[in-house]
């Protein structure tokens, strides 16, 4: 990796002031990637500077300073540029009051020279995040958490003194807007390859106090069908969900166009920070029985209730909320549908039951389950084995029902109903419709024929004090 680089911007002012490029745009094009956004340290008048920069790109001006602290802000068609003050200590100064050692490099845009006090280069070459100094932490929590991003994004490591001081500091988190929180966690979460900087998050602490909830399933044992206390067991099931998610096409090449339908890809962020809180209601539900055999009844439904406690605190957008809701509620579902599978009792219907009740969320809830099941540790039965496979024909079924709900019609309506059976807007009138739409989407009705003799029928039934058909 060369320590030259060529930036030469046309929009560049004339001025024979010192400017620099600072901070991430350095790093990127060291590592030969386009910056995404431009920082510039500059001597000198930054307002004229930046006006200058306005003219040239055709953006618009913005302050983005505050008291003590001067940022100006170049939003151009084609690039953001932030412009701020050089202090009159220097750009080494400056530079020594950075995050980490990979984002403290400057480039003097005039000398064509690379800055580099804190050793930048040499741990970008080695694909490493260092701090800049322990102070990095104590002046910005948020760096925190951002460590683990771009060590994400980036896949680098995380230096062995600098996940010390991330520990000794983790307590700080407390004190960071939950927005940047949040915000510095989805861009970790949607890197391809998180699980281990999740793990070395836990190691160190931070994990438990960006979600004290947690705390409580540290230790908590499990069933015989589980090998891990829970905590464990949520980092396993992480690993297992991210590993899944990047191997999808590979290995259920049959649900790749199903994955693409429902975007499947673009939930991957949500996925694992529900992944992350599935079992969180564990601990407080966890009961034993007089035989001694431990349970977790409505585990599901208090994990949805800490879960939606902790995204009303990160400030989780209704959208980003509704998602963590419905994986974690129904996480258990597919291991039901498995074990009325096992018991022979599961018909179409009930599958169809639950495409129609999980929406487009059916293929991550899906997934979610086998990485759950996955990280239980070792089934001397091979039942783990079988539910998995179970889980690639519901699949198969899912994409099907897919099929057939964007090519086939509704069989009838609420007019035929109105005009045929006459009868009237009430919950029976919905009962019958969702019944008929049920059976049409499991293929067990495929013609407007066959959708009037089933109504005629449990009309029939119902008139006679039978009770419903009720099979699943």
């Known amino acids: 990796m060369t320590a030259t680089i060529h930036f030469e911007p046309a929009f560049l002012p004339d001025t024979s002031d010192p400017i620099y490029l600072v901070g991430g745009g350095v790093r990127d094009l060291l590592a030969g990637h ?18 200058q ?46 995050d980490f ?10 000398a064509h020279k690379l800055v ?52 000794g500091h983790r307590r700080r988190i407390a004190d960071v807007a939950t927005e940047r929180v949040w915000a510095e966690l989805t861009k970790l979460l949607a890197a391809e390859r998180s699980a281990p900087l999740i793990r070395d998050m836990a190691a160190t602490g931070l994990l438990t106090a960006i979600f004290p909830e947690l705390a409580p399933a540290v230790g908590c044992t499990q069933n015989r069908h589980h090998e891990f206390d829970v905590f464990e067991h949520t980092l396993r099931a992480y ?32 996925l694992k920070y529900a992944c992350l809180l599935h079992d969180a209601g564990k601990p407080e539900t966890r009961t034993t029985d007089a035989a001694g055999t431990v349970h977790f009844y409505g585990h599901a439904a208090k994990s949805a209730a800490i879960a939606a406690g902790i995204g009303r605190r990160l400030r989780l957008s209704r959208e980003q909320r509704h998602v963590a809701d419905a994986i974690i ?26 495409f129609t009740r999980c929406g487009g969320l059916t293929l ?13 540790g070792a089934v001397l039965d091979g039942r783990n084995e079988r539910f998995i496979r179970f889980c690639s024909e519901l ?57 009037m003799e089933w109504v005629r029928t449990f009309l029939k039934r119902k008139a006679a004090g039978e009770g419903p058909q009720t099979e699943d």
Request: hydrophobic share 45%; with cysteine; proline share 4%.
């Open 34 to 51: 386009a910056p995404a956004d431009i920082d510039l340290v500059a001597a000198g008048d930054i307002r004229r500077i930046a006006t």
């Open 53 to 98: 920069i306005a003219d040239q790109t055709g953006g618009t001006l913005v302050d983005l300073g505050r008291k003590g602290f001067d940022v100006l802000r170049v939003a151009a068609p084609e690039v953001t540029i932030d412009i701020t003050p050089l202090d009159g200590a220097g750009i080494e100064a400056d530079l020594r009051l950075r």
């Open 101 to 110: 050692t990979i984002n403290a490099m400057a480039w003097d845009i005039r």
């Open 116 to 167: 580099d006090c804190t050793g930048g280069l040499a741990d970008l070459r080695h694909q490493t995040i260092r701090m800049v100094s322990p102070a990095a932490f104590e002046e910005d929590p948020a760096r925190l958490v951002r460590a683990y991003r771009l060590a994400a994004t980036l896949n680098f490591s995380i230096a062995a003194g600098t996940g010390a001081a991330i520990a």
């Open 239 to 270: 690993d297992h969900l991210e590993e899944l998610l990047v191997d999808f096409s590979t290995r259920f090449p049959f649900a790749v166009n199903t994955a693409e339908t429902v975007g499947l890809a673009g939930h991957a962020a949500m």
């Open 329 to 354: 509620r129904h996480h258990l579902r597919p291991l039901f549908l498995f074990q009325a599978s096992e018991a022979g009792s599961l018909g179409r219907r009930g599958m169809t039951r639950f």
């Open 364 to 376: 991550p809830i899906v997934v979610h389950t086998m990485a759950d099941i996955m990280a239980k």
């Open 395 to 451: 699949m198969k079924t899912y994409g099907a029902y897919l099929d057939r709900r964007t090519a086939l019609p509704r069989l009838i309506s609420g007019h035929d109903l109105k005009s045929v059976f006459g009868l009237t807007p009430s919950p029976l009138f919905a009962q019958i419709l969702k019944q008929v739409d049920e059976r049409r989407l499991s293929g067990e009705l495929e013609t407007r024929a066959q959708a």
